[in-house]
């Protein structure tokens, strides 16, 4: 079946250094979305990309949709103790189901 | 800004218990999706509504019903809830135009715990 494998699994970094995590499918997705989730919260849709190499900002998050379409990154610059949580990247299948990835577990020490 | 409410954050139910989780969003989306997340499981689809009254099975459907008889508003029902029913249920909703769905957008979770 369709899979998304995300890494790292997991990163500890110092406040104030950037992130980089990547998402990597083995199908080519027409949509790419990034969710945030904090223990306890249901996930937060941070960015969403919809065309191949669209490179999309929030804020500090940057992301950008893979010309092959079977590939997303995610950055972070600077981060802040409060973007400690799981960040998951998702696809849409046949334009509504949601499969996400396995998740990357950020921890930020100041 | 997109807004879905789940009626509790926290449940406690005995076996055989029967046991209704709330959804409410204010989007006026089409499209409304329940899901459950585990451990080791990730995120698994348990219903979703494409429009009121209308229901499809996800992947794990067994032991659920659902109900949409409004738009804003999705119910996922354990008609008997069971231990291996105990989980983090997350509602979502999404946008749909011209047959194509948009992102999905998550409440709170309600957590269930079921003895």
């Known amino acids: 079946g369709q899979q998304l494998n995300q890494s790292p699994q997991s990163m500890f970094i110092q406040e104030g250094e950037d992130v980089s995590m990547n998402c990597t499918s083995s199908s080519i997705f027409n949509t790419w979305l990034w969710y945030k989730q904090e223990p306890g919260e249901g996930p937060v849709l941070l960015i969403a990309l919809y065309k191949a190499g669209e490179l999309t900002s929030n804020g500090r998050l940057t992301a950008q949709f893979g010309i092959t379409r079977k590939d997303s990154f995610l950055n972070i610059s600077a981060s802040i103790p409060s973007d400690v949580g799981i960040y998951f990247c998702a696809d849409l299948v046949n334009t509504d189901k949601l499969i996400f990835g396995t998740g990357t577990r950020l921890q930020v020490f100041p | ?115």
């Open chain 2, 1 to 115: 800004d997109v807004k879905v409410t789940q009626s509790s954050r926290y449940l406690v139910k005995r076996t055989g218990e029967k046991v209704f989780l709330e959804c409410v969003q204010d989007m006026d989306h089409e499209n409304m999706f329940w899901y459950r997340q585990d451990p080791g499981l990730g995120l698994r689809l348990i219903y979703f509504s494409y429009d009121v009254k209308m229901k499809e099975k996800g992947d794990i459907p067994e032991g659920y019903s659902v109900s949409r008889e409004k738009k804003e508003r999705f119910s996922l029902i354990l008609e008997s809830a069971s231990t291996n029913q105990t989980s983090m249920y997350l509602c979502a909703s999404s946008f749909e135009y011209s047959g194509f769905s948009y992102e999905q957008y998550f409440g709170p979770g309600t957590r269930l715990t079921v003895t």
